[in-house]
């Protein structure tokens, strides 16, 4: 049960970490990402927001990395969140993906405010996590810490040695990965751009990304989005079920709660871009 509850928990702190910047994007875009697998991509050149997969490699490790018991220096082991991104690029290699890790650089002066208030946040998580484990709640402490975790340019340099043993291309952006990543994906391949971007934050997509695969899972499924069918007009409902009706078959339409899906047909990337700015951002209430 305790490791279903973690698993669970695990999968929300992915949700948040999509609903990071835009405000509701990650809701809007639910209804165009399509379960894929990393086999359908052989021969593209990915860009991977590496911070991404760093951050959700310290969740095997957060207890460890609040209380500083880095037990993999006293083993000499690989580390766990490096270990999780080495896992993640040679996934996409064995399916013939070449995959890019991009880095975070220096930090926008634009989001200074937005900066300081997740600071804020990570400061009293880390604090509620240690006042559990002072109490015994290893379950409690263990989730405070990993919602209070922040992804160093230490760890970041773990990982680029490693990349570099292993022959995985990289690349530090100037500041954020997003610019950078969205950069390469509007590159033509033959100077160095890519096919595709893999990556938890949905700003991927404002920032023009024509295709980008969320919520990578170690068996290589996962969920694409393409900002073209999006464009295109509202998505097909598939059949959920078939029940029996005196005898003959019935296809009944799955029914989701919530709004129906927005309908983007007629508009273009621009208009599309100004819609969420004006639902709020990282640089804009």
Known sequence: ????????????????????????????????????????YPGARAAVDAYSW?????YACAT??????????????MAPYVRYCVHRANLLRHHGI????VFDGDRLPAKRAEEEERRRKRRENMAAGHDARAIGDSFKATNAFAAGMDVTPEMARELILVLKREGVEFVVAPYEAD????SLAMTPRERGGVDLVFTEDSDLVAYGCATVIFKLEKSGDAKEFRLANMLAGPPCVAPASVEQ??????????????PPPLNFKGWDYELFLS???MSGCDFLD
């Open 1 to 40: 049960r305790l490791g279903r509850r973690l698993r669970r928990r695990r999968r929300r702190r992915g949700r948040r970490r999509l609903a990071m910047g835009i405000k509701g994007l990650p809701a809007v875009l639910e209804p165009w990402c399509a379960p894929t697998h990393v086999n359908e």
């Open 54 to 58: 760093l951050h959700k490699g310290t």
């Open 64 to 77: 460890a990395l609040a209380t500083g018991d880095k037990y993999w220096e006293r083993t000499g082991e």
């Open 98 to 101: 070449t995959p890019v890790m």
């Open 179 to 182: 610019g950078q990543i969205a």
């Open 245 to 258: 009706a005196d005898g003959a078959a019935s296809t009944v339409a799955k029914v989701k709660k919530g």
């Open 275 to 277: 819609l969420c700015v």
